[in-house]
């Protein structure tokens, strides 16, 4: 390859760089800051600049030195692959969707989504480019971290409606009881951003050589860690412990054997039992989660939740596990609800992601994503024992935010809606097939198959 070629890669890997730089900062920074309201949608930065993607690597491709690469025996691409096949699923419940404007704006919004990863998969090709982007992703991220500690201490809200934010009067004369929220619909949005924010603190830790800049980081954290418990998302707050529980164990080798797993089943079984024991009460609180015809003056939130999850499964079951459609769920929830859902007001959404995509998309497209979650999770972890320090504790973070997301993920009312964490799994997609490269090119080094040119270009930094 002659060095003409070589300075047209380069050129070409720094101008999608800056691409992506763009796209990373617009939606950590907080899409709804430089959106214009149209008819139709809102249009933004990152709107823009994610719809233009397919477009662009349509031009890579039919250059006649083409720069896309797939990778081989990828849990990466592998994932990718899923991803597209949910997105084509999805897409076809057109032919039995009831609304559809729902099916429309859903797909829109899943289609952006969808193309961030795209863009992030074929243009991140080594650990640096990626720690450069997730680093601009942590400033503007520390930026609502600011804000949030901004409407805190000052009680001024630009976005928030006080009117169902402050409920009961409190916020100026209680400072105590202010709750931070910035661009986010509502708070339990803000607190999930927040542990997406917490991981990359401490990735931006590990990699960091710097103690001024492992300090910041530290403090960071604490930050969004106070967040967190000022928001009031209890669910939020409980990932949050589970996630410094899960990462602390990546400190501690354990030789458990089955007999150990055994005894801690049966003491937290025994420990549950009795605390039952001891607070009756707790069983009414439970049982009161479910609606089962009786009377209620008003239903609770925690009451409500359950019949949405109720009525979805049911709607499932209806339409014989292809599910109601992409974006119909809200529409069946108004026309088709057999658990009531109507609390302080009418809510249809289905505050799960989870259920969002098993009864709007269909059992299979539901079963394909958890098949890439659990190939992401596996590899993580795979990562986590065999990387280099650096690299194997990010991988475990990455591990430990995947598994707090599952339960996390089911405090917003629309994760479709929630543009940050498309980027934020394609900068794990990308994470994954960066140290895969990386991997690859160590095997074929130890093989005696790499040539001294291959490794100057890894070195530069140029595409494979």
């Not at 193309?115 to 601009?136: C, E, H, M, P, Q």
């Not at 501690?252 to 054997?257: A, G, H, Q, V």
């Not at 986590?384 to 707090?404: E, G, P, Q, T, W």
Request: some cysteine; overall charge positive; hydrophobic content about 50%.
């Amino acid at each position: 390859m002659s060095g003409i070629s070589l300075n047209i890669k380069e050129r070409i890997g720094r101008q999608m760089y800056v691409y992506l730089l763009i796209l990373v900062c617009s939606v950590f920074l907080g899409t709804e800051l430089f959106a214009i309201p149209t008819p139709a949608a809102q249009v933004t930065i990152y709107r823009i600049f994610a719809l233009c993607t397919i477009p662009l690597l349509v031009y890579q491709v039919t250059r006649p030195k083409q720069q896309l690469k797939i990778l081989a025996n990828s849990t990466a691409t592998n994932v990718l692959v899923c991803f597209i096949t949910w997105w084509i699923l999805a897409a076809s419940s057109l032919l039995w969707a009831v609304s559809l404007k729902g099916w429309f704006q859903h797909l829109f919004l899943m289609s952006i989504g969808m193309s961030g990863i795209i863009a992030l998969y074929f243009w991140v090709n080594d650990l640096y480019t990626w720690k450069r982007l997730l680093s601009a992703a942590w400033v503007s991220s520390t930026f609502l971290v600011a804000w949030g500690f901004f409407e805190i201490m000052t009680n001024i809200y630009v976005f928030a409606d006080l009117n169902k934010l402050d409920k009961y009067r409190t916020f100026k004369s209680q400072p105590g009881t202010r709750i931070p929220i910035t661009h986010f619909e509502n708070q339990n949005d803000f607190a999930t951003m927040l542990l997406a924010y917490i991981a990359m603190c401490l990735i931006m830790y590990y990699y960091s050589h710097s103690n001024v800049r492992r300090i910041i980081y530290s403090i960071s954290f604490m930050a969004a860690s106070y967040l967190i418990f000022r928001s009031g998302s209890r669910l939020s707050l409980i990932c949050l412990f589970i996630f410094i529980i899960i990462h602390a164990f990546s400190y501690i080798r354990l030789d458990f054997k089955v007999k150990h797993y055994l005894m801690l089943g049966l003491t937290a079984v025994v420990g549950v039992s009795s605390i039952l024991w001891l607070k009756p009460s707790l069983i009414t609180k439970v049982t009161d989660l479910f609606y089962f015809g009786h009377q209620y003056q008003q239903l609770s939130g925690d009451t409500v939740r359950m019949n949405l999850w109720r009525n979805g499964l049911l709607f499932l079951g209806e339409t014989f596990g292809l599910g109601v459609g992409l974006g119909n769920i809200e529409t069946w929830m108004l026309e088709n609800a057999f658990w009531t859902t109507n609390g302080q007001q009418l809510i249809v959404n289905m505050h799960n992601w989870w259920l969002e995509i098993l009864v709007g998309h269909g059992l299979i497209a539901f079963l394909i994503y958890v098949l890439a979650y659990g190939l992401l999770l596996i590899r993580l972890y795979q990562f986590a024992l065999r990387s280099s320090k650096a690299s194997a504790r990010s991988a475990h973070v990455l591990f430990s935010f995947m598994i707090i997301f599952i339960f996390a993920s089911i405090t917003s009312a629309n994760n479709m809606l929630i543009e940050w964490h498309w980027l934020f799994f394609g900068l794990i997609i990308s994470f994954v097939k960066c140290c895969e490269l990386k991997k690859h090119v160590s095997d074929k080094k130890a093989a005696g198959k790499l040539s001294g040119y291959d490794v100057i270009k890894r070195k530069e930094k140029v595409y494979l």
